[in-house]
T-cell receptor, first 114, second 114 residues
Framework: SQTIHQWPATLVQPVGSPLSLECTVE??????LYWYRQAAGRGLQLLFY??????ISSEVPQNLSASRPQDRQFILSSKKLLLSDSGFYLC?????????????FGSGTQLSVL | KQEVTQIPAALSVPEGENLVLNCSFT??????LQWFRQDPGKGLTSLLL?????REQTSGRLNASLDKSSGRSTLYIAASQPGDSATYLC?????????????FGKGTLLTVNP
């Protein structure tokens, strides 16, 4: 069966510090991978998605970046965090099967930038 | 631009009651619609996925319907239980150029009182 791992679960970082959140998927190959952010009262916002190694599409201009160094690894990074980067970050994956393409989420990372 | 609205934003019901959660979307050109459940501080769990050609999907006590032409979906929960308490989100996937993007509603916070 497929599983998705996301860590850390919580993170408190000072403004201006770097960020690295990691997500890995097991039990499937060539998944579509996604990073979402969930801010209070604003719903889920798609940040990045990837359909293959090294292929990253950005949805929202920001000081965040994403990388996919391996097929089942997706990393969210920042060189210098802003207060506005606080939120709940969710990694997700889906198959490329158009008839069975449910979205499966990780357990999330609560990021507080102080 | 697709917009997804969920009404009500919060709902409190006594245990055993049947209930309906509503989801509406502005652009009927969708590929599918998903309903998710989110427990506090956790990731999202996919409950039901309805393809655009389908009218409804059922899983246990849950039944989701889709009326694409009117831009509406409902999630029916039968015989509600305290364990059903969570936030329920719907998301639509467009059938246009942005094939990888889901647009989420802000969710309905459901509380089932024992």
């Amino acid at each position: 069966s497929q599983t998705i791992h996301q860590w850390p679960a919580t993170l408190v970082q000072p403004v201006g510090s770097p960020l690295s959140l990691e997500c890995t998927v097991e039990g499937t190959s060539n998944p579509n991978l996604y990073w979402y952010r969930q801010a209070a009262g604003r719903g889920l916002q798609l940040l990045f998605y990837s359909v293959g190694i090294g292929q990253i599409s950005s949805e929202v201009p920001q000081n965040l970046s994403a990388s996919r160094p391996q097929d089942r690894q997706f990393i969210l990074s920042s060189k210098k965090l802003l207060l506005s980067d606080s939120g709940f970050y969710l990694c997700a994956w889906s198959t490329t099967d158009r008839f069975n393409e449910k979205l499966f989420f990780g357990s999330g990372t609560q990021l507080s930038v102080l | 631009k697709q917009e997804v609205t969920q009404i009500p934003a919060a709902l409190s019901v006594p245990e055993g009651e049947n209930l309906v959660l509503n989801c509406s979307f502005t652009d009927s050109a969708i590929y599918n619609l998903q309903w998710f459940r989110q427990d506090p501080g956790k990731g999202l769990t996919s409950l039901l996925l309805i393809q655009s050609s389908q009218r409804e999907q059922t899983s246990g006590r849950l039944n989701a319907s889709l009326d694409k032409s009117s831009g509406r979906s409902t999630l029916y929960i039968a015989a509600s239980q305290p364990g059903d308490s969570a936030t329920y989100l719907c998301a639509v996937k467009g059938s246009g150029g942005s094939n990888y993007k889901l647009t989420f509603g802000k969710g309905t916070l459901l509380t089932v009182n024992p």
